[in-house]
């Protein structure tokens, strides 16, 4: 074998790469149990709050030493892998930025009604077109507004300089496109600042490019409206005057003498029984700065002061023996302190008889980011003394700004330009002539993004902020100025809250279904393929270690879709290896030796693999582009999956066959049990008379189904119709008929459906009621009207906290809000992502085949199967078994595609190879000789796929049961597809040729 010691060379490097990773989420989950059982009373009751504490604590402590370098447990959960919120329990929420806002606040509030009737005409067009609003909007304006130029509009002292009334639409156009997505921007930069503040671990935010939306998820969330509030609050942009230390430094040093003085009458309380002190416990236990004073502070003042103070009091200070309020640095307008101590300070200032110390008008305020000292190790925040007006109100704010862009200074460095409106630039002129010398703190959500030194007075409102800025911080700032400018709003569109016990749950039914599938898979290849399946097994132990490796080396979450791309990997991945064997057992059967044999094997089974993997990759690859949420998490792990696979099946495995064949046919290695060996042997059954038969069959299959789902339609959930679903625990089994009709009143009489949810005492309950109404009021409205329609129908009492349930009440252990426009966006999504893969797989059968026919019989194959799936949801809905149609279930069509073009490849490769070796077959006999050579594989890869999947079935929980029993009907009916309708249409569209035209 060609290569060997470079695949070799690979794997060991692929292997230790995914050992160095992994490693990070075994120290992790060790942590996490640790913290969990400081957290566990006596009783077994787990305090989250305590538990948080404890990770808090050692979240910038060294936890991990591997070969000398020392990891902390932030650096140690950065590369970890993560798991989706559905394992682990949290909250999900997209949030859309509204470009109506965004338009009105350009045009000054314009109250113009053609104007005004554009806004909404566009809002409506919204709901079922997927132009950008912009787009629509000035379409409208165009339908009411014929012979108005849209500058009479947008035409006002906000927009000088960029805006007149004799500028064209085009260019209007142009800069409200630019605001749009400059609002955009600011949205992300402000919700990712106070993310990052909110003191969850590992938070995902991201920009959905072309939606103007914006998506979060925030593991281990259990105040979703504390949330709420966080995302949907205004940002307050405020300008502050920094306050010299020197002015502060009588409460400064009071303050640290009231510290002192507790802290020795703490130390004096606590002499042990041998008359030793245990202060130093006392001080290790509370994270008191004390024991970091002296040389520790001058060394770090040497690399991060900002200037020296001259002020004696300060300097009396630093020779205390504990000074845990203003220790480690100083700079002339702040105090500097380790990242890790912060927590400290803040309850030190906190305190009600510290803060009385401070002047009134004043407030303490971090900055926005740590600063490094110039080793690049250790991080420092400032905390900033600010002026305030009365009231607590700050000189000035955000709604002054006119414009905000990064520029350059006169020496080339980034800096940023800033403008403000005529009345913000006379105070601005004003605030700016009396702090000359001093700095101005621009303040954001109470956080410190700069404070520049005030040079000189600023008459027009115009500023140049200069300093030490990279581009791309400069940029930052400059969205961060222009957040109090325009009024840009963001609502929730989408929600799914998920309760630590629903996580745990789902953690194990996936664990359950890999493990349950993996064993069956060995067991049978095994079975089957004596030693060579025992070879397979190998290569798919390596394959499930690749994909875990990789996913936690592109920070990539595993959410519980997922682990069911795991589990399809498994059955699907074993079909390389079948593919080979079964042509090295054909081999054999001609009486070729066992190394030729072995490498025939390899080289004719090469090209019907590539083919198969790449269609299946293609589908992938869509399924990511176009889908959403959970979804892109299933697509992710089938396209790493499908990687995997095929360096494992067809490399590691072709490296150990060839070291166990090495000693020729005195070899011990075999392909075949004694119950295998002459199984689907010698087969020669004419399919290709039955294909009218199975034609016939079909078509009644699927006009059955379309009539079902005319008359009663499918069990659409909340993802493309929108709407509010919830998952609520009882502690007690309770009958969902009980509920239906108290819950239909409590609602108003609007769509509800309430149905059991994987246990007789959990119900999952969805409803339309309030749907257009995306409101934090409209959900609050419908909890309540879910509650208390509960309460009347079962007189259980309602617990907010999952853990304190008893006798008699419930809880809502999960939720979901899908808005109605981003559930139509999801509807559409997912349509065109299954035209997309049909259009991508005819495409490339098209090239790979060099005849049409082949791509046409491909894809109407796959439109049958995708009918035939859906028919099947419509006649279990009318036996009473309603699974539910939503983002998944897409996932499991696409999948369904994929599988079956892929078995659809493998016969067509076939016809192509046997058409190239015979030349006295009719077609007919041609493409059953193709068919009968391939009918092992097909079956014993059906076989494993489906037994890994019925696995998923039984054992994936009520999340993954739809999609699971679409998987079930697919697998079945792609194998049937693939011998009955792709390979039939192709024998009936080059009726007349002896035999089709087809290039290798």
Not at 377 to 402: C, P, S
Not at 417 to 430: E, I, L, T, V, Y
Not at 768 to 778: G, I, M, Q, R, T
Request: charged residues 20%; hydrophobic residues 45%.
């Amino acid at each position: 074998m060609k290569n060997k010691g470079f695949i070799v060379f690979m794997t060991v490097i692929v292997t230790l790469l995914c050992v160095y990773y992994l490693s990070f989420t075994f120290v992790s989950n060790g942590i996490k149990e640790d913290a969990t059982e400081y957290a566990t009373d006596a009783n077994g009751n787990v305090n989250y709050s305590e538990r948080q504490q404890y990770l808090d604590s050692v979240y910038n402590e060294p936890v991990y030493n591997l070969l000398g370098a020392e990891f902390t447990y932030k650096e140690v959960q950065d590369l970890e892998l993560n798991l989706g919120l559905d394992l682990q329990g949290g909250m999900h929420v997209t949030l859309e930025v509204s470009p109506v806002d965004i338009i009105k606040g350009l045009s000054g509030n314009n109250e113009d009604a053609g104007f005004q009737e554009a806004l909404k005409v566009a809002q409506e067009r919204q709901k079922t077109s997927q132009k950008p609003y912009v787009e629509l909007f000035y379409e409208a304006f165009q339908e009411i507004n014929p012979d108005t130029k849209l500058s009479s509009v947008f035409a006002n002292s906000a927009n000088r300089g960029k805006i007149s009334f004799q500028t064209d639409d085009t260019e209007v156009l142009r800069v409200i496109r630019s605001e749009v997505d400059d609002a955009m921007d600011r949205s992300f930069q402000i919700l990712r600042t106070r993310i990052d503040r909110f003191g969850t671990s590992q938070p995902n935010i991201q920009r959905l490019e072309n939606t103007g939306r914006i998506q979060i998820e925030l593991p281990g969330v259990d105040n979703p409206e504390r949330v709420r509030k966080l995302l949907q609050g205004v940002a307050k942009l405020e300008f502050m005057q920094v306050m010299p230390i020197n002015e502060v430094s009588g409460a400064l040093s009071q303050a640290n003498d009231i510290l002192v003085e507790e802290q020795k009458e703490a130390a004096a309380n606590e002499v042990d029984a041998e008359g030793t002190s245990a202060s130093e416990n006392t001080q290790e236990e509370s994270g008191n700065l004390a024991d970091l004073l002296g040389d520790d502070s001058a060394e770090a003042d040497s690399t991060l002061n900002e200037g020296d103070s001259t002020d004696s009091n300060l300097d009396s200070l630093a020779n205390n023996e504990v000074s845990p309020l203003f220790s480690l640095l100083r700079s002339q307008y702040g105090l500097v302190y380790e990242l890790e101590d912060t927590a400290t300070i803040n309850k030190i200032i906190k305190r009600e008889d510290i803060r009385a110390l401070f002047p009134r008008n004043t407030r303490l305020v971090w900055d926005v980011k740590p600063q490094q000292d110039e080793e690049g190790g250790q991080e420092f925040l400032e905390l900033y003394v600010v002026k305030t007006q009365r009231g607590d109100k700050a000189m000035l704010t955000g709604e002054v700004i006119n414009d905000a862009r990064q520029t350059y200074d006169d020496v080339g460095q980034p800096a940023v330009d800033m403008s403000m409106d005529p009345n913000g630039a006379r105070k601005w002129a004003k605030i700016t002539r009396e702090n000359i010398g001093n700095r101005i703190a621009i303040v954001l959500d109470n956080y410190v993004y700069s404070a520049p030194v005030v040079n000189s007075e600023i008459p027009n409102g115009k500023s140049i902020i200069q300093g030490n800025f990279t581009i791309e911080e400069a940029k930052d700032l400059a969205n961060i100025l222009k957040a109090g400018s325009l009024p840009a709003p963001t609502r929730i569109v989408e929600e799914a809250i998920i309760g630590p016990t629903l996580g745990k749950e789902a953690q194990a039914q996936g664990i359950i279904s890999i493990v349950a599938g993996l064993a069956i898979v060995l067991i049978f290849m095994v079975a089957y393929y004596a030693k060579g399946g025992l070879v397979a097994n190998i290569a798919l132990v390596f394959n499930i270690f690749f994909i875990l490796g990789i996913l936690a080396q592109l920070n990539a979450a595993l959410t519980l879709p997922g682990i069911a791309g795991i589990v399809l990997t498994i059955g699907m991945s074993i079909d390389a290896n079948v593919l080979i064997f079964e042509r090295i057992r054909e081999e054999m059967r001609g009486g070729v030796p066992l190394l030729r044999a072995i490498s025939a094997g390899y080289e004719k089974a090469y090209s019907s693999i590539v083919d198969a993997n790449i269609t299946t990759f293609l589908t992938g690859a869509i399924l990511y582009w176009l889908g959403q949420g959970p979804v892109k998490g299933f697509a992710i792990t089938l396209m790493i999956g499908i990687a995997c696979s095929f360096f494992s099946a067809v490399f590691i495995t072709r490296v150990i066959v060839s070291w166990m064949s090495k000693k020729g046919e005195d070899s011990k290695i075999s392909f075949a049990t004694p119950f295998s060996r002459n199984l689907l042997n010698n087969i020669s059954a004419n399919f290709m008379t039955k294909r009218k038969m199975a034609y016939i069959g079909s078509g009644i299959i699927i006009v059955i189904g379309v009539v079902l789902m005319t008359m009663n339609g499918l069990n659409m959930g909340v993802d493309f119709t929108g709407g509010r679903s919830y998952v609520v625990r009882f502690d007690q089994p309770v009958t969902p008929s009980k509920l239906d009709v108290a819950l239909g009143d409590s609602f108003e009489g609007k769509g509800v459906e309430v149905k059991t949810y994987g246990a007789d005492n959990i119900l999952k309950i969805t409803t339309s009621y309030l749907v257009e109404d995306e409101s934090a009021e409209a959900d609050t409205k419908v909890q309540e009207s879910l509650i208390s329609g509960i309460n009347g129908a079962t007189g259980m009492s309602f617990v907010q906290d999952e853990s304190r349930m008893g006798e008699n009440s419930f809880t809502i252990s999960g939720s979901s809000k899908v808005g109605a426009t981003i559930a139509d966006d999801i509807k559409n999504s997912s349509q065109e992502s299954v035209i997309f893969s049909l259009i991508a797989i005819f495409i490339y059968i098209l090239i790979r085949f060099r005849r049409w026919q082949f791509g046409l019989g491909a894809v109407v194959a796959l439109f049958h199967d995708t009918l035939i799936v859906l028919s099947a949801f419509a006649i279990a809905k009318a036996f009473g078994i309603a699974f539910e149609i939503d983002q998944v279930f897409i996932a499991a069509i696409l999948t369904v595609i994929g599988y079956s073009i892929n078995d659809t490849v493998v016969v067509f490769d076939r016809v192509r190879e046997t058409l190239g070796i015979s030349s006295k077959e009719t077609n007919e006999q041609t493409f059953n000789t193709a068919i009968n050579n391939t009918i092992s594989r097909t079956l014993m890869t059906s076989l494993t796929t489906l037994l890994v999947i019925l696995v998923l079935f039984i054992f994936g929980g009520e999340v993954l049961r739809g999609f699971s029993f679409a998987l079930l009907v697919g697998i079945v009916v792609g194998t049937y597809s693939s011998i009955f309708i792709a390979t039939p249409i192709v024998l009936d569209l080059a009726k007349g040729k002896k035999k089709p035209a087809v290039e290798a």
